[in-house]
């Protein structure tokens, strides 16, 4: 998984009743944009450190963004 300042990090809920969380990458620890990554989660505006896990992905915002993970 990679990202960039301003990609979203988007998290599914792995129990019932868990809900999908979505957060904008605000800062990265690498430069080759991999974990962990600095996030503002949108719900409640907290910011924190995030070390994706498998329920996790990094939707990129713009055109010119290659796609992959």
Known sequence: MK???GDR?????VHVGDT???????ALR???GTPPYEVKWLDDG???LIFPGPE?????LGPDRDGGN
């Open 20 to 26: 999908t969380r979505v957060g904008v990458v605000t």
């Open 9 to 13: 990090i988007v998290v599914k809920g």
């Open 30 to 32: 690498h430069p080759d």
């Open 56 to 60: 996790a992905h990094v939707e990129r």
């Open 3 to 5: 990202a960039q300042v």
């Open 46 to 48: 907290h910011e924190g």
